[in-house]
Protein backbone atom coordinates (compact mmCIF):
# COMPACT_ATOMS: atom_id res chain seq x y z
CA UNK A 1 0.00 0.00 0.00
CA UNK A 2 1.61 2.93 -1.02
CA UNK A 3 1.28 6.68 1.03
CA UNK A 4 1.62 9.49 -0.82
CA UNK A 5 1.52 13.00 -0.51
CA UNK A 6 -0.36 15.38 -2.99
CA UNK A 7 2.32 18.65 -3.51
CA UNK A 8 -0.76 20.52 -4.78
CA UNK A 9 -3.08 20.66 -1.55
CA UNK A 10 -0.92 19.03 0.43
CA UNK A 11 -2.88 16.23 1.53
CA UNK A 12 -1.40 12.86 2.89
CA UNK A 13 -3.25 9.64 1.92
CA UNK A 14 -3.31 5.69 0.26
CA UNK A 15 -3.18 5.11 -2.84
CA UNK A 16 -6.43 4.26 -3.30
CA UNK A 17 -7.20 7.80 -3.52
CA UNK A 18 -4.64 8.08 -6.44
CA UNK A 19 -4.36 7.32 -9.88
CA UNK A 20 -0.90 6.18 -11.26
CA UNK A 21 -0.16 7.75 -14.76
CA UNK A 22 2.82 5.93 -15.89
CA UNK A 23 6.44 7.12 -16.31
CA UNK A 24 7.26 10.75 -15.91
CA UNK A 25 9.80 13.01 -17.96
CA UNK A 26 9.44 11.22 -20.96
CA UNK A 27 10.02 13.87 -24.16
CA UNK A 28 6.78 14.16 -26.04
CA UNK A 29 7.63 13.84 -30.14
CA UNK A 30 4.41 15.33 -32.17
CA UNK A 31 3.79 16.37 -35.25
CA UNK A 32 7.11 16.48 -37.58
CA UNK A 33 9.01 13.64 -35.69
CA UNK A 34 10.40 10.78 -37.13
CA UNK A 35 8.69 6.94 -36.86
CA UNK A 36 11.34 6.38 -34.43
CA UNK A 37 10.90 9.54 -32.27
CA UNK A 38 7.22 8.86 -32.08
CA UNK A 39 7.96 4.96 -31.65
CA UNK A 40 9.62 5.87 -28.16
CA UNK A 41 7.72 8.33 -27.12
CA UNK A 42 4.35 6.56 -26.88
CA UNK A 43 5.93 2.64 -26.57
CA UNK A 44 9.49 2.32 -24.98
CA UNK A 45 9.73 2.38 -21.81
CA UNK A 46 12.41 2.31 -18.87
CA UNK A 47 10.54 0.07 -16.49
CA UNK A 48 13.20 -0.07 -13.88
CA UNK A 49 13.69 -2.08 -10.86
CA UNK A 50 14.48 -0.02 -8.30
CA UNK A 51 14.10 4.06 -8.02
CA UNK A 52 11.36 5.45 -10.62
CA UNK A 53 9.85 8.84 -11.57
CA UNK A 54 6.32 9.00 -12.09
CA UNK A 55 3.17 10.61 -12.66
CA UNK A 56 0.33 10.61 -10.60
CA UNK A 57 -2.98 12.37 -10.55
CA UNK A 58 -5.26 13.04 -7.46
CA UNK A 59 -7.94 11.95 -8.38
CA UNK A 60 -10.37 11.79 -5.14
CA UNK A 61 -8.99 15.15 -4.08
CA UNK A 62 -7.70 18.30 -6.10
CA UNK A 63 -7.81 16.45 -9.25
CA UNK A 64 -4.49 17.75 -9.93
CA UNK A 65 -1.30 16.18 -11.35
CA UNK A 66 1.93 15.36 -9.77
CA UNK A 67 5.41 13.60 -10.25
CA UNK A 68 6.55 10.76 -7.32
CA UNK A 69 10.13 9.17 -6.82
CA UNK A 70 9.92 5.57 -5.68
CA UNK A 71 11.12 2.51 -5.83
CA UNK A 72 9.70 -0.14 -7.93
CA UNK A 73 11.68 -2.93 -5.86
CA UNK A 74 10.25 -1.99 -2.41
CA UNK A 75 7.17 0.15 -2.52
CA UNK A 76 9.27 3.20 -0.40
CA UNK A 77 8.61 6.39 -1.91
CA UNK A 78 11.13 9.07 -1.97
CA UNK A 79 8.93 12.04 -2.48
CA UNK A 80 6.65 13.90 -4.48
CA UNK A 81 6.91 17.24 -6.56
CA UNK A 82 5.50 19.15 -9.02
CA UNK A 83 4.28 18.55 -12.10
CA UNK A 84 5.45 21.50 -14.11
CA UNK A 85 9.09 20.47 -13.95
CA UNK A 86 11.11 18.60 -16.81
CA UNK A 87 13.37 17.13 -14.51
CA UNK A 88 13.31 15.88 -10.72
CA UNK A 89 14.16 19.25 -8.43
CA UNK A 90 17.61 18.54 -6.18
CA UNK A 91 16.22 17.76 -2.85
CA UNK A 92 14.44 14.46 -4.56
CA UNK A 93 17.79 13.81 -5.68
CA UNK A 94 18.84 14.44 -2.52
CA UNK A 95 16.71 11.96 -0.77
CA UNK A 96 17.07 9.57 -2.86
CA UNK A 97 20.98 9.58 -3.06
CA UNK A 98 20.49 9.57 0.70
CA UNK A 99 18.46 6.04 0.41
CA UNK A 100 20.49 4.62 -2.73
CA UNK A 101 24.36 6.35 -2.47
CA UNK A 102 25.17 3.90 -5.37
CA UNK A 103 22.03 5.71 -7.90
CA UNK A 104 22.97 7.58 -10.52
CA UNK A 105 19.83 9.90 -12.64
CA UNK A 106 20.19 8.27 -16.16
CA UNK A 107 20.62 11.05 -18.58
CA UNK B 1 15.58 -41.24 -18.62
CA UNK B 2 13.93 -44.40 -16.89
CA UNK B 3 10.13 -43.76 -18.03
CA UNK B 4 7.42 -43.11 -15.67
CA UNK B 5 4.61 -45.86 -16.05
CA UNK B 6 2.13 -48.14 -14.35
CA UNK B 7 5.19 -50.58 -14.55
CA UNK B 8 7.54 -48.15 -12.94
CA UNK B 9 5.38 -47.96 -9.69
CA UNK B 10 4.99 -51.44 -9.47
CA UNK B 11 8.78 -52.05 -9.86
CA UNK B 12 9.68 -49.12 -7.26
CA UNK B 13 6.79 -50.22 -4.92
CA UNK B 14 8.60 -53.86 -4.70
CA UNK B 15 12.20 -52.34 -3.85
CA UNK B 16 11.44 -49.24 -1.01
CA UNK B 17 11.57 -47.17 -4.07
CA UNK B 18 15.06 -47.14 -4.67
CA UNK B 19 15.22 -46.78 -8.48
CA UNK B 20 13.98 -43.32 -8.95
CA UNK B 21 15.83 -41.24 -10.60
CA UNK B 22 16.42 -37.33 -10.79
CA UNK B 23 13.53 -35.99 -12.68
CA UNK B 24 16.44 -33.37 -14.89
CA UNK B 25 20.27 -33.22 -14.52
CA UNK B 26 21.79 -29.96 -13.01
CA UNK B 27 25.57 -29.94 -15.15
CA UNK B 28 27.83 -26.59 -14.00
CA UNK B 29 27.75 -24.57 -17.26
CA UNK B 30 29.82 -25.06 -20.26
CA UNK B 31 31.97 -22.16 -21.92
CA UNK B 32 29.70 -22.15 -25.25
CA UNK B 33 26.42 -23.34 -26.42
CA UNK B 34 24.65 -22.90 -30.13
CA UNK B 35 21.47 -21.41 -27.90
CA UNK B 36 21.30 -20.01 -24.37
CA UNK B 37 17.77 -19.63 -22.67
CA UNK B 38 17.87 -16.91 -20.13
CA UNK B 39 14.69 -18.15 -18.19
CA UNK B 40 13.53 -21.34 -16.98
CA UNK B 41 9.97 -20.58 -16.21
CA UNK B 42 7.31 -22.98 -18.61
CA UNK B 43 8.50 -20.52 -21.33
CA UNK B 44 11.84 -21.02 -21.53
CA UNK B 45 11.54 -24.43 -20.93
CA UNK B 46 9.02 -25.10 -23.57
CA UNK B 47 11.46 -23.61 -26.01
CA UNK B 48 14.10 -25.21 -25.14
CA UNK B 49 11.97 -28.55 -25.24
CA UNK B 50 10.87 -27.56 -28.67
CA UNK B 51 14.32 -26.62 -30.09
CA UNK B 52 15.46 -29.81 -29.13
CA UNK B 53 12.52 -32.23 -30.22
CA UNK B 54 11.29 -30.50 -33.54
CA UNK B 55 14.90 -29.01 -34.55
CA UNK B 56 17.57 -30.87 -33.13
CA UNK B 57 19.09 -28.03 -31.80
CA UNK B 58 20.36 -29.96 -28.38
CA UNK B 59 23.45 -27.52 -27.61
CA UNK B 60 21.40 -25.64 -25.19
CA UNK B 61 21.19 -24.04 -22.15
CA UNK B 62 18.58 -22.84 -20.03
CA UNK B 63 19.80 -20.71 -17.46
CA UNK B 64 18.01 -19.23 -14.19
CA UNK B 65 18.42 -17.17 -11.48
CA UNK B 66 15.87 -18.02 -8.81
CA UNK B 67 14.97 -21.61 -9.22
CA UNK B 68 13.33 -23.83 -12.38
CA UNK B 69 9.01 -22.67 -12.71
CA UNK B 70 9.50 -20.47 -9.48
CA UNK B 71 8.66 -16.97 -10.81
CA UNK B 72 4.75 -16.73 -12.62
CA UNK B 73 4.61 -20.39 -13.80
CA UNK B 74 3.86 -21.15 -9.98
CA UNK B 75 2.15 -17.99 -9.20
CA UNK B 76 -0.64 -18.40 -11.54
CA UNK B 77 -4.49 -19.67 -11.33
CA UNK B 78 -3.69 -22.26 -14.04
CA UNK B 79 -6.32 -21.42 -16.81
CA UNK B 80 -5.97 -22.82 -19.84
CA UNK B 81 -8.42 -21.39 -22.84
CA UNK B 82 -7.86 -19.73 -26.16
CA UNK B 83 -11.24 -17.99 -26.71
CA UNK B 84 -9.71 -14.22 -27.87
CA UNK B 85 -11.00 -12.26 -30.43
CA UNK B 86 -8.10 -11.76 -32.99
CA UNK B 87 -7.36 -14.33 -35.76
CA UNK B 88 -3.46 -13.99 -34.72
CA UNK B 89 -4.09 -14.14 -30.93
CA UNK B 90 -6.82 -17.56 -31.61
CA UNK B 91 -4.19 -19.20 -33.50
CA UNK B 92 -1.11 -19.69 -30.93
CA UNK B 93 -3.77 -19.95 -27.87
CA UNK B 94 -5.40 -22.55 -29.78
CA UNK B 95 -2.23 -24.60 -30.66
CA UNK B 96 -0.94 -24.28 -27.38
CA UNK B 97 -4.32 -25.42 -25.80
CA UNK B 98 -4.42 -28.21 -28.47
CA UNK B 99 -0.63 -29.08 -26.88
CA UNK B 100 -2.19 -29.08 -23.73
CA UNK B 101 -4.10 -32.22 -24.20
CA UNK B 102 -1.52 -34.36 -25.39
CA UNK B 103 0.87 -32.81 -23.42
CA UNK B 104 0.83 -35.58 -20.64
CA UNK B 105 1.85 -38.53 -22.94
CA UNK B 106 4.32 -36.18 -24.86
CA UNK B 107 6.22 -35.50 -21.52
CA UNK B 108 5.85 -38.79 -20.16
CA UNK B 109 4.99 -36.46 -17.37
CA UNK B 110 1.57 -36.27 -15.88
CA UNK B 111 0.44 -32.41 -16.11
CA UNK B 112 -3.23 -33.13 -14.67
CA UNK B 113 -4.40 -31.28 -17.52
CA UNK B 114 -8.22 -30.98 -16.50
CA UNK B 115 -10.35 -29.84 -19.09
CA UNK B 116 -13.33 -28.38 -17.38
CA UNK B 117 -14.83 -25.82 -19.24
CA UNK B 118 -13.77 -22.04 -18.60
CA UNK B 119 -16.84 -20.08 -18.51
CA UNK B 120 -16.54 -16.22 -19.06
CA UNK B 121 -18.90 -14.70 -17.50
CA UNK B 122 -21.10 -11.54 -19.23
CA UNK B 123 -22.22 -8.81 -16.30
CA UNK B 124 -23.17 -6.07 -18.65
CA UNK B 125 -24.78 -5.38 -21.64
CA UNK B 126 -21.46 -4.66 -23.36
CA UNK B 127 -19.58 -7.28 -21.82
CA UNK B 128 -21.98 -9.89 -23.38
CA UNK B 129 -22.21 -7.86 -26.90
CA UNK B 130 -18.47 -8.70 -26.70
CA UNK B 131 -18.35 -11.95 -25.74
CA UNK B 132 -21.17 -12.68 -28.99
CA UNK B 133 -18.58 -10.83 -31.15
CA UNK B 134 -15.74 -13.24 -29.83
CA UNK B 135 -18.20 -16.26 -29.99
CA UNK B 136 -18.45 -15.67 -33.89
CA UNK B 137 -15.09 -14.91 -34.21
CA UNK B 138 -13.89 -18.13 -32.66
CA UNK B 139 -16.37 -19.91 -34.86
CA UNK B 140 -14.91 -18.43 -38.00
CA UNK B 141 -11.22 -19.14 -36.33
CA UNK B 142 -12.01 -23.26 -36.00
CA UNK B 143 -12.25 -22.62 -31.99
CA UNK B 144 -15.14 -23.98 -30.72
CA UNK B 145 -17.19 -21.93 -27.91
CA UNK B 146 -20.63 -20.94 -27.26
CA UNK B 147 -22.68 -18.77 -25.48
CA UNK B 148 -24.73 -19.45 -22.67
CA UNK B 149 -28.10 -18.47 -21.22
CA UNK B 150 -28.11 -17.38 -17.41
CA UNK B 151 -30.40 -20.56 -17.15
CA UNK B 152 -27.43 -22.94 -18.71
CA UNK B 153 -24.93 -21.32 -16.33
CA UNK B 154 -27.21 -21.49 -13.33
CA UNK B 155 -27.34 -25.60 -14.14
CA UNK B 156 -23.91 -25.72 -14.74
CA UNK B 157 -22.73 -23.44 -11.36
CA UNK B 158 -25.31 -24.02 -8.63
CA UNK B 159 -23.53 -21.86 -6.48
CA UNK B 160 -24.08 -18.98 -8.28
CA UNK B 161 -26.50 -16.41 -7.79
CA UNK B 162 -27.16 -14.94 -11.04
CA UNK B 163 -29.90 -12.25 -10.05
CA UNK B 164 -27.19 -10.46 -8.04
CA UNK B 165 -27.60 -6.83 -7.87
CA UNK B 166 -25.04 -4.98 -9.28
CA UNK B 167 -23.44 -8.03 -11.30
CA UNK B 168 -26.18 -9.88 -12.79
CA UNK B 169 -25.17 -12.72 -14.85
CA UNK B 170 -26.51 -11.71 -18.91
CA UNK B 171 -24.73 -15.14 -20.11
CA UNK B 172 -21.54 -16.74 -20.62
CA UNK B 173 -18.99 -17.34 -23.32
CA UNK B 174 -18.44 -21.03 -22.83
CA UNK B 175 -15.46 -23.14 -23.76
CA UNK B 176 -15.60 -27.09 -23.33
CA UNK B 177 -12.46 -27.72 -23.93
CA UNK B 178 -10.75 -25.49 -21.60
CA UNK B 179 -10.06 -25.39 -17.98
CA UNK B 180 -6.20 -26.21 -16.16
CA UNK B 181 -3.49 -28.10 -15.25
CA UNK B 182 -0.91 -28.55 -12.59
CA UNK B 183 1.50 -25.50 -13.60
CA UNK B 184 4.34 -26.95 -11.40
CA UNK B 185 3.70 -29.99 -13.62
CA UNK B 186 4.07 -28.02 -16.74
CA UNK B 187 7.74 -26.42 -16.09
CA UNK B 188 8.76 -30.02 -14.56
CA UNK B 189 8.00 -31.84 -17.43
CA UNK B 190 9.29 -29.78 -19.93
CA UNK B 191 12.70 -29.86 -17.94
CA UNK B 192 12.97 -33.10 -17.30
CA UNK B 193 12.21 -34.18 -21.47
CA UNK B 194 14.65 -30.87 -22.44
CA UNK B 195 17.02 -32.34 -19.81
CA UNK B 196 16.68 -36.25 -21.76
CA UNK B 197 17.46 -34.91 -24.93
CA UNK B 198 20.70 -33.11 -23.78
CA UNK B 199 19.84 -29.29 -22.98
CA UNK B 200 21.51 -27.73 -19.36
CA UNK B 201 19.26 -26.54 -17.20
CA UNK B 202 21.61 -24.29 -14.36
CA UNK B 203 19.45 -22.71 -12.05
CA UNK B 204 20.95 -20.13 -9.33
CA UNK B 205 22.83 -19.07 -12.01
CA UNK B 206 22.00 -14.81 -12.50
CA UNK B 207 22.40 -13.09 -16.08
CA UNK B 208 24.40 -9.94 -15.49
CA UNK B 209 24.96 -9.37 -18.87
CA UNK B 210 25.04 -9.51 -22.34
CA UNK B 211 28.39 -9.75 -24.54
CA UNK B 212 28.06 -7.79 -27.96
CA UNK B 213 30.22 -7.32 -31.11
CA UNK B 214 29.34 -5.51 -33.75
CA UNK B 215 25.57 -5.55 -33.42
CA UNK B 216 25.56 -9.22 -32.78
CA UNK B 217 25.36 -11.22 -29.71
CA UNK B 218 28.71 -13.20 -28.60
CA UNK B 219 27.64 -14.71 -25.14
CA UNK B 220 26.51 -13.77 -21.49
CA UNK B 221 27.77 -12.70 -18.28
CA UNK B 222 26.21 -14.62 -15.06
CA UNK B 223 26.93 -14.54 -11.61
CA UNK B 224 29.19 -18.06 -12.17
CA UNK B 225 30.84 -16.12 -15.25
CA UNK B 226 30.63 -15.85 -18.87
CA UNK B 227 29.09 -17.56 -21.54
CA UNK B 228 29.52 -17.92 -24.95
CA UNK B 229 26.50 -18.37 -27.28
CA UNK B 230 25.43 -17.70 -30.98
CA UNK B 231 22.00 -17.19 -30.24
CA UNK B 232 20.38 -15.68 -26.96
CA UNK B 233 16.41 -16.19 -26.10
CA UNK B 234 15.18 -13.72 -23.89
CA UNK B 235 12.14 -15.26 -21.98
CA UNK B 236 12.19 -13.60 -18.52
CA UNK B 237 8.73 -12.16 -18.37
CA UNK B 238 8.41 -9.62 -15.97
CA UNK B 239 11.98 -9.25 -15.74
CA UNK B 240 12.55 -8.61 -19.84
CA UNK B 241 12.79 -4.86 -19.40
CA UNK B 242 16.16 -5.52 -17.19
CA UNK B 243 17.43 -7.72 -19.87
CA UNK B 244 16.66 -5.79 -22.29
CA UNK B 245 18.59 -2.77 -20.51
CA UNK B 246 21.69 -4.88 -20.72
CA UNK B 247 21.05 -5.64 -24.68
CA UNK B 248 20.70 -2.26 -25.32
CA UNK B 249 17.18 -1.64 -26.16
CA UNK B 250 14.07 -0.34 -24.60
CA UNK B 251 10.91 -2.38 -24.46
CA UNK B 252 7.04 -1.35 -25.00
CA UNK B 253 6.50 -3.44 -21.60
CA UNK B 254 5.74 -2.19 -17.94
CA UNK B 255 6.00 -5.02 -15.00
CA UNK B 256 2.96 -4.75 -12.64
CA UNK B 257 2.32 -7.02 -9.83
CA UNK B 258 -0.71 -9.55 -10.62
CA UNK B 259 -2.24 -11.47 -7.66
CA UNK B 260 -4.19 -14.56 -6.56
CA UNK B 261 -5.09 -16.45 -3.37
CA UNK B 262 -6.63 -19.76 -2.02
CA UNK B 263 -9.73 -20.25 -0.06
CA UNK B 264 -9.36 -23.18 2.71
CA UNK B 265 -10.19 -26.37 0.76
CA UNK B 266 -14.02 -27.21 0.99
CA UNK B 267 -16.03 -30.07 -0.30
CA UNK B 268 -16.33 -29.86 -4.53
CA UNK B 269 -18.60 -27.07 -4.83
CA UNK B 270 -17.47 -26.06 -8.29
CA UNK B 271 -16.30 -28.02 -11.38
CA UNK B 272 -15.94 -25.50 -14.06
CA UNK B 273 -13.51 -22.32 -14.61
CA UNK B 274 -15.54 -18.93 -13.78
CA UNK B 275 -13.73 -15.91 -15.24
CA UNK B 276 -16.14 -12.61 -13.87
CA UNK B 277 -13.95 -10.03 -16.31
CA UNK B 278 -16.18 -6.82 -15.51
CA UNK B 279 -15.15 -7.47 -11.23
CA UNK B 280 -11.83 -8.56 -12.04
CA UNK B 281 -12.54 -11.90 -10.25
CA UNK B 282 -11.92 -15.87 -11.37
CA UNK B 283 -12.15 -18.79 -9.09
CA UNK B 284 -11.75 -22.49 -9.90
CA UNK B 285 -11.13 -25.36 -7.08
CA UNK B 286 -8.13 -27.23 -6.37
CA UNK B 287 -7.77 -30.68 -6.47
CA UNK B 288 -7.39 -30.51 -2.85
CA UNK B 289 -10.86 -28.86 -2.53
CA UNK B 290 -9.14 -24.77 -1.97
CA UNK B 291 -10.54 -22.08 -4.31
CA UNK B 292 -8.29 -20.73 -6.18
CA UNK B 293 -8.91 -16.92 -6.95
CA UNK B 294 -7.11 -14.84 -8.98
CA UNK B 295 -7.40 -10.79 -8.86
CA UNK B 296 -6.67 -7.37 -10.58
CA UNK B 297 -2.91 -5.95 -11.34
CA UNK B 298 -1.25 -3.12 -9.47
CA UNK B 299 -2.12 0.39 -11.28
CA UNK B 300 1.49 0.96 -10.98
CA UNK B 301 5.17 -0.37 -12.19
CA UNK B 302 6.65 -2.62 -9.58
CA UNK B 303 8.92 -6.04 -8.83
CA UNK B 304 7.40 -6.52 -5.55
CA UNK B 305 5.67 -10.26 -6.29
CA UNK B 306 3.23 -8.98 -3.51
CA UNK B 307 0.01 -7.04 -4.60
CA UNK B 308 -1.66 -3.92 -3.44
CA UNK B 309 -3.64 -4.57 -0.42
CA UNK B 310 -6.70 -3.30 -2.09
CA UNK B 311 -7.26 -5.45 -4.81
CA UNK B 312 -7.89 -8.29 -2.29
CA UNK B 313 -11.05 -6.58 -1.19
CA UNK B 314 -11.98 -5.46 -4.70
CA UNK B 315 -11.97 -9.21 -5.81
CA UNK B 316 -13.66 -10.40 -2.70
CA UNK B 317 -16.04 -8.30 -2.48
CA UNK B 318 -17.41 -8.71 -6.24
CA UNK B 319 -17.12 -12.42 -5.79
CA UNK B 320 -18.76 -13.17 -2.47
CA UNK B 321 -22.22 -11.73 -4.51
CA UNK B 322 -21.68 -13.89 -7.40
CA UNK B 323 -20.88 -16.75 -4.81
CA UNK B 324 -22.32 -15.94 -1.80
CA UNK B 325 -21.64 -19.34 -0.33
CA UNK B 326 -17.76 -18.57 0.28
CA UNK B 327 -18.42 -15.32 2.66
CA UNK B 328 -17.59 -17.26 5.53
CA UNK B 329 -14.19 -18.93 3.68
CA UNK B 330 -11.18 -17.56 5.19
CA UNK B 331 -8.14 -17.14 2.92
CA UNK B 332 -5.17 -19.38 3.52
CA UNK B 333 -2.34 -17.72 1.41
CA UNK B 334 -2.01 -14.28 -1.19
CA UNK B 335 1.18 -13.93 -3.36
CA UNK B 336 2.14 -11.82 -6.34
CA UNK B 337 3.75 -12.45 -9.77
CA UNK B 338 5.55 -9.86 -11.74
CA UNK B 339 3.04 -9.30 -14.99
CA UNK B 340 4.63 -7.70 -18.16
CA UNK B 341 2.37 -6.32 -19.90
CA UNK B 342 2.36 -4.50 -23.26
CA UNK B 343 -0.21 -1.89 -24.97
CA UNK B 344 -2.08 -3.70 -26.95
CA UNK B 345 -2.19 -6.89 -23.97
CA UNK B 346 -0.58 -9.52 -26.58
CA UNK B 347 2.78 -10.74 -26.33
CA UNK B 348 6.00 -9.87 -27.95
CA UNK B 349 7.70 -13.05 -30.06
CA UNK B 350 10.76 -11.90 -32.12
CA UNK B 351 13.77 -10.92 -33.14
CA UNK B 352 15.49 -7.87 -31.24
CA UNK B 353 17.36 -4.95 -32.35
CA UNK B 354 20.54 -6.83 -30.97
CA UNK B 355 21.50 -9.28 -33.70
CA UNK B 356 21.07 -13.49 -32.68
CA UNK B 357 18.68 -12.02 -29.95
CA UNK B 358 15.44 -13.29 -29.84
CA UNK B 359 12.93 -12.13 -27.23
CA UNK B 360 9.53 -13.89 -25.96
CA UNK B 361 7.37 -11.60 -23.46
CA UNK B 362 4.54 -9.26 -22.79
CA UNK B 363 2.39 -12.24 -22.05
CA UNK B 364 1.44 -10.08 -19.17
CA UNK B 365 -1.76 -11.34 -17.11
CA UNK B 366 -2.44 -14.62 -19.55
CA UNK B 367 0.45 -16.19 -19.93
CA UNK B 368 0.33 -20.15 -18.23
CA UNK B 369 -2.18 -20.89 -21.25
CA UNK B 370 -0.03 -20.51 -23.78
CA UNK B 371 3.16 -22.21 -22.58
CA UNK B 372 2.80 -24.91 -25.44
CA UNK B 373 2.35 -22.58 -28.28
CA UNK B 374 4.78 -19.85 -27.03
CA UNK B 375 7.56 -22.69 -26.93
CA UNK B 376 6.64 -24.00 -29.79
CA UNK B 377 6.84 -20.87 -32.30
CA UNK B 378 9.52 -19.60 -30.17
CA UNK B 379 11.76 -22.41 -30.80
CA UNK B 380 11.05 -22.01 -34.62
CA UNK B 381 12.02 -18.83 -34.70
CA UNK B 382 15.19 -18.96 -32.51
CA UNK B 383 15.98 -22.23 -34.70
CA UNK B 384 15.43 -20.57 -38.00
CA UNK B 385 16.48 -17.21 -37.23
CA UNK B 386 13.28 -15.87 -38.73
CA UNK B 387 9.96 -15.79 -37.07
CA UNK B 388 7.40 -18.71 -37.83
CA UNK B 389 4.18 -17.96 -38.89
CA UNK B 390 2.41 -18.34 -35.57
CA UNK B 391 5.13 -15.76 -34.26
CA UNK B 392 5.56 -13.16 -37.17
CA UNK B 393 2.54 -11.21 -36.16
CA UNK B 394 3.70 -10.75 -32.59
CA UNK B 395 7.11 -8.79 -33.87
CA UNK B 396 8.41 -5.97 -31.58
CA UNK B 397 8.42 -4.09 -34.79
CA UNK B 398 4.26 -4.39 -34.71
CA UNK B 399 4.46 -1.19 -32.60
CA UNK B 400 6.13 1.18 -34.91
CA UNK B 401 4.34 -0.16 -37.62
CA UNK B 402 1.20 0.52 -36.01
CA UNK B 403 -0.10 -3.36 -36.40
CA UNK B 404 -1.67 -3.71 -32.92
CA UNK B 405 -3.02 -7.00 -31.71
CA UNK B 406 -5.41 -5.86 -29.65
CA UNK B 407 -6.67 -8.13 -26.65
CA UNK B 408 -7.13 -5.42 -24.15
CA UNK B 409 -10.40 -4.62 -25.02
CA UNK B 410 -11.96 -8.22 -26.14
CA UNK B 411 -10.30 -10.08 -22.75
CA UNK B 412 -10.71 -7.35 -20.21
CA UNK B 413 -8.10 -7.12 -17.94
CA UNK B 414 -8.41 -11.26 -16.62
CA UNK B 415 -6.80 -13.86 -18.63
Given at each position: MLILTCPNCGITAEETEFHGGGEAHITRFSTGSGDGDFTSYLFDKKNPRGVVFERWQHVFGCGKWFHAARC???????GTYSAQTFEPPADIIKAIKNKRPEWEMET | MKRYSAFAIAREARRHHVGWERAWRSPAPKSEYDVVIVGAGGHGLATAYYLAKNHGVTNVAVIEK??????NTGRNTTIIRSNYLQDESAAIYEKARGLYETLSQDLNYNIMFSPRGVMMLAQTEHELRGFKRTAHANAIQGVKTEMLTPQQVKKKVPIMEINGPRFPVLGALWQARGGTARHDAVAWGYARAASDMGVDIIQQTEVTGIDQQAGVVTGVQTSRGAIRCKKLAIVVAGNSGLLADMAGFRLPIESVSLQAMVTEPIKPCLDVVVMANTVHGYMSQSDKGELVIGGGADGYNNYTQRGSFHHIEETVRALIETFPIISRLKMLRQWGGVVDMTGDRSPIIGKTPLGGCFINCGWGTGGFKSIPGSGWAMAETVAKGTPSALAAPFGLDRFREGRFIDESVAAGVAH
Amino acid sequence: MLILTCPNCGITAEETEFHGGGEAHITRFSTGSGDGDFTSYLFDKKNPRGVVFERWQHVFGCGKWFHAARCSATLEVFGTYSAQTFEPPADIIKAIKNKRPEWEMET
Amino acid sequence: MKRYSAFAIAREARRHHVGWERAWRSPAPKSEYDVVIVGAGGHGLATAYYLAKNHGVTNVAVIEKGWLGGGNTGRNTTIIRSNYLQDESAAIYEKARGLYETLSQDLNYNIMFSPRGVMMLAQTEHELRGFKRTAHANAIQGVKTEMLTPQQVKKKVPIMEINGPRFPVLGALWQARGGTARHDAVAWGYARAASDMGVDIIQQTEVTGIDQQAGVVTGVQTSRGAIRCKKLAIVVAGNSGLLADMAGFRLPIESVSLQAMVTEPIKPCLDVVVMANTVHGYMSQSDKGELVIGGGADGYNNYTQRGSFHHIEETVRALIETFPIISRLKMLRQWGGVVDMTGDRSPIIGKTPLGGCFINCGWGTGGFKSIPGSGWAMAETVAKGTPSALAAPFGLDRFREGRFIDESVAAGVAH
